[in-house]
């Protein structure tokens, strides 16, 4: 019987390792998606609402993430050619852009409250997903909408900052 215990135990233990390293890892991914969503506040000239979003009226915008939404072709100066996400990674972003939840911009960032509005003015507000990071967390990837346009902004991470580098319109009016 002592045995059956001691193999219980360890199992016990084992389990609870496990866990710790996913609530770990699960912090960390969380942390870097704040950092890269901190980003984006900061760069903004203001007038973003407060509340992140799933859904674009009523249309999940785990609908837009499609191949032919995903190919970036006019970049930044940095970039030499065309970013294209390969299906895996298209597949890989549908599933998380699908799990995201709404979050409360100005109560995760108070210091940066005057960059968040309540008021949705028409060709005044902007609207945001929380962004989903990838490539081992050195890209970013978030849908903004506006009045006249949706699109996926990409973003790259160089010498520690989070740097937009391409975006690609998912709708335009």
């Known amino acids: 019987m002592p045995k059956a215990q001691n193999v219980l135990k360890i199992i016990i233990v084992v389990i609870f390792i496990t866990s710790c390293s996913s609530y770990k890892e699960a ?32 249309i999940p915008i785990e609908s837009y993430v499609k191949n032919e939404y995903l190919e970036f072709y006019l970049c930044s100066n940095g970039v030499d050619s065309p970013v294209k996400i390969p299906k895996e990674e298209v597949a890989f972003l549908k599933q998380k852009v699908k799990s995201v939840s709404v979050q ?32 081992n967390n050195t890209m970013a990837i978030y849908y903004s909408t506006q009045t006249y346009g949706g699109e996926f902004k990409l973003l790259q991470k160089v010498n520690g900052e989070w740097e937009t580098i391409c975006a690609n319109s998912v709708w335009i009016e």
Not at 28 to 37: C, F, I, Q, T
Not at 109 to 129: M, W, Y
């Open 27 to 58: 912090a960390d991914n969380m942390n870097a998606e704040y950092e890269v969503l901190s980003s984006v506040l900061k760069k903004s000239r203001g007038n973003i609402y407060y509340k992140t979003i799933i859904k674009e009226g009523n």
């Open 104 to 135: 409360r911009i100005d109560k995760l960032f108070p210091n940066l409250k005057e960059k968040t509005t309540k008021k949705k003015e028409r060709l005044v507000t902007s609207f945001i997903s929380m962004p989903i990071l990838f490539r």
